[in-house]
């Protein structure tokens, strides 16, 4: 089943989720085990010898990440940042030079700037908005790989993937996109040009805040196999009850994407008039400076809201602390609307770097709740 056959929520249900061909179960199972018996020395059945080398669970889950982006070959990992390394470690040596977001999730600046560092890795964080820049930064015969994301957490700013991908080839280097915020459904980072998609798979894709995952999606074979080398050699492979768990979560990405999408909108116009809201950050709005690329290059604007407080540091926090529904928690995109300090919770990694992010910044994960529930949360929290 590929992309060219069939919509997205289509290939959501059925890529890689063929009904049992030994029961007829119609949900893949769950292959609990860490080795296959083989019918001769040498000889494995199916391929399968060794659960972290192949599982047919994880199978399922890889083809269908590659059918909903829209990629050659999908890989499932522990989490999101142990694909990035994977990533990182296949593609890069030391000496090599890599372009981050000038705005980059912490535990990617974290990453990069604690322990790909460590074993020669140079990178340059640079506003992935501004393609002279990004151009400027290149440094020729060096720079392996530009590495955007779009939109960013916890900012949303927007890079021009297209632009992008037709930089980062001119000399020869790779882009990858962090398609997290947006997911598949939103999104499609190779379509447009790009060379690998990563993924927290925990978030969007998941969808329930109860599995922790990450992924690749590549759209070269080569590239793919180099990969599924360094993803048997390194060894950071998801669980096939994790792989299982995500699947279930893909079923639903379109119909929860939308509710997430109405859900944020509303929230945006209400925080956009309120006087205790300094700033609203969202690529759906018109005075976004992303709002005509983000409108170009994806299918909607996503559930993922970031403001900042009118009376500084102390006031986002104790927004923060007075939601009831919207629940105070690191992570997204789940089906639960969560609530967090950037500065003191996922971005803190960034404290004191250039990547420092606003004191007073709220970042908001928009649930699939009764929009007026949440309004009224906000309406109490906001005071």
Request: aromatic fraction near 8%.
């Amino acid at each position: 089943m590929t992309a060219n056959n069939y919509g997205f929520d289509t290939l959501a249900i059925h890529a890689g989720q063929e009904p049992d061909p030994r029961t007829g179960a119609v949900v893949p199972p769950i292959y609990q085990t860490s080795t296959y018996a083989q019918d001769a020395v040498g000889a494995p059945r199916l391929g399968y010898e060794y659960a972290r080398s192949g599982n047919p669970t994880r199978d399922a889950l890889q083809e269908c990440l590659a059918a909903i982006e829209g990629g050659r070959r999908g890989l499932a990992f522990a989490s999101g940042l142990a694909a990035e390394d994977t990533l990182l470690r296949t593609v890069c040596r030391p000496g090599d030079h890599v372009l981050i977001p000038g705005d980059a999730y912490g535990g990617t600046y974290r990453l990069f700037a604690k322990v790909a560092e460590n074993w020669g890795l140079a990178w340059t964080a640079v506003p992935l908005d501004d393609l002279d820049g990004v151009r400027a930064a290149f440094r020729p015969g060096v720079t392996r790989m530009i590495w955007a994301e779009t939109p960013t957490n916890p900012l949303l700013n927007i890079a021009d993937i297209a632009a992008l991908a037709g930089l980062a080839h001119e000399y020869d280097a790779l882009l990858t996109v962090d398609n997290t915020f947006a997911s598949p459904y939103l999104q499609q980072p190779i379509a447009l040009g790009a060379d690998v998609v990563v993924h927290s798979t925990t978030k969007y894709l998941g969808g329930h805040s109860d599995v922790v995952g990450g992924a690749l999606v590549v759209g070269n074979d080569e590239l793919g196999d180099q990969l599924l080398f360094h993803q048997n050699a390194m060894g950071a492979i998801n669980g096939p009850f994790d792989a299982w768990l995500t699947l279930r979560g893909i079923k639903t990405l379109g119909v929860r994407m939308d509710r997430h999408c109405d859900n944020a909108e509303r929230i945006v116009g209400y925080l956009s008039e309120h006087s205790a809201v300094e700033t609203v950050y969202y690529p759906g709005l018109e005075t976004h400076p992303g709002h005509e690329t983000a409108a170009k290059q994806m299918q909607r604007f996503g559930g993922m809201v970031s403001f900042r407080a009118a009376g500084g540091m102390q006031a986002a926090i104790d927004i923060c602390n007075r939601t009831k529904l919207f629940v105070l928690a690191e992570s997204l995109g789940g089906v639960e609307s969560l609530i967090e300090h950037p500065g003191q919770m996922t971005h803190l990694s960034a404290a004191g770097s250039p990547l420092e992010v606003p004191a007073d910044l709220v970042r908001l994960s928009v649930g699939i709740e009764s929009v007026d529930d949440l309004l009224a949360d906000l309406e109490q929290a906001l005071g």
